[in-house]
């Protein structure tokens, strides 16, 4: 399992922020082009990375309901209410053709496939969202969750053929997949090739469809999975599971299934990388006398010293009671800002002694009592 920082899919792409769709579309099929694992036959495993991050960050970026959440919440996938229930995946439409759609635009512009292969493609990604609690962060937890996604049909090994075995050799392209024709032009002849329209470029046909999957080779699956959250993770935070996605096309491996972190917060408290920061109001006498004040911590209720003679916007420490360095290592700090709240009414006690105070130090005070004391 990886831990993933959230991408900038606009930094992927190379392209700003107010980038036209049509612009990103632009950036995409250069990336795409310069990245396919093909073409790197020295470093397959960098390409295939850097080419499976292009496409994600294109999905998102061309679709303006998935920017315009990007933008605002930094990730896509729609935050579960409770953790517990069935995990919630794209829809079928975004799952199956995302890489068709790769795939097909190479042919449009010309790439060619090697021969007798048959269309094998990888399985698509699922994305799961679930909630953690900031407890799950400090000491890091183990959450079952449940999901559900196609596996390779085992009646008939993913082929769609009963037993695996009715096929009969395509008479289109005579098995090789491929269909080629050969031109002459200005240049002489050229031939070009493209998959057989008639068995998808298996160059089998299925006589007889497994009764099981109906011939799609591959059937929907329950899954219950658990998934380890280590400590440190931020919101938005990613888990990569390998080969958890959907099963692929015609014997293509596994996607993979992303979790998605979403950390319940705790009101008034935010999270700046190890530190936690939040605000506490005292009042004047507190700040000027020193005390003892409870707090909202990150684990329940703590105890903050105000030190005599605090000033107003003063920054104090409760060392080590932050959150934890995804790196392992110690904890951050719990960083508090000092509000000193003035009081707005007082009581006719109150007003006398903070009058003879006034007196005691010199400082010249309105003599009239104001209406909106007391
Ligand atoms: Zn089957
Ligand atoms: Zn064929």
Not at 10 to 24: F, R
Not at 151 to 173: L, R
């Amino acid at each position: 399992m990886i831990i993933l920082a959230k991408k900038d899919y606009y930094e992927i792409l190379g392209v700003s922020k107010d980038a036209s769709t049509d612009d990103i579309k632009k950036a995409y099929k250069d990336l795409v082009k310069k990245w396919h694992p093909d073409l790197h036959p020295e470093n397959k495993e960098e390409a295939e990375a850097k080419f499976k991050e292009i496409h994600e960050a294109y999905e998102v970026l061309s679709d303006p309901q998935k920017r315009a959440q990007y933008d605002r919440f930094g990730y896509v996938g729609q935050p579960q209410e409770n953790f517990g229930g069935t995990g919630q995946t794209f829809n079928q439409e975004d799952l199956f053709g995302g890489f068709e759609d790769i795939f097909n635009m190479f042919f449009g512009q010309g790439m060619r496939r090697e021969e007798n292969v048959s269309r094998s493609l990888r399985g698509e990604d699922i994305y799961l969202t679930i909630q953690i609690d900031v407890k799950d962060v400090l000491y890091g937890s183990e959450k079952e969750i449940e999901y559900t996604r196609y596996e390779t049909c085992q009646a008939c090994h993913g082929t769609g053929a009963k037993d695996g075995t009715a096929f009969k050799t395509c008479p289109k392209c005579h098995g090789t997949g491929v269909l080629r024709v050969q031109q002459r032009t200005f240049f002489g002849v050229v031939t070009t090739q493209t998959t057989c329209d008639m068995c998808g470029g298996s160059g089998k046909i299925i006589t007889e469809k497994c009764p099981v999957c109906g011939g799609r080779g591959k059937v929907i699956v329950k899954k219950k999975i658990k998934v380890r959250v280590p400590p440190g993770v931020e919101d938005g935070g990613r888990l990569r599971i390998p080969n958890g996605g959907h099963a692929g096309e015609n014997g293509g491996p596994y996607g993979d299934l992303f979790v998605i972190l979403r950390v319940k917060d705790i009101p008034g408290i935010k999270r700046e990388g190890r530190d936690a920061y939040s605000e506490v109001d005292i009042d004047f006498a507190q700040a000027a006398l020193g005390s003892e004040v409870e707090i909202e911590g990150l684990e329940g209720k703590e105890v903050l010293s105000i030190p005599p003679g605090t000033q107003p916007n003063t920054i104090l420490k409760l060392k080590g009671k932050g959150f934890p360095s995804p790196n392992g290592g110690s904890r951050g700090d719990h960083v508090v800002k000092v509000n000193v709240v003035i009081p707005k009414r007082l009581s006719k006690d109150q007003e006398e002694l903070l009058r003879k105070y006034a007196e005691l130090s010199h400082s010249g005070v309105n003599n009239k009592r104001h209406g909106f004391f007391r």
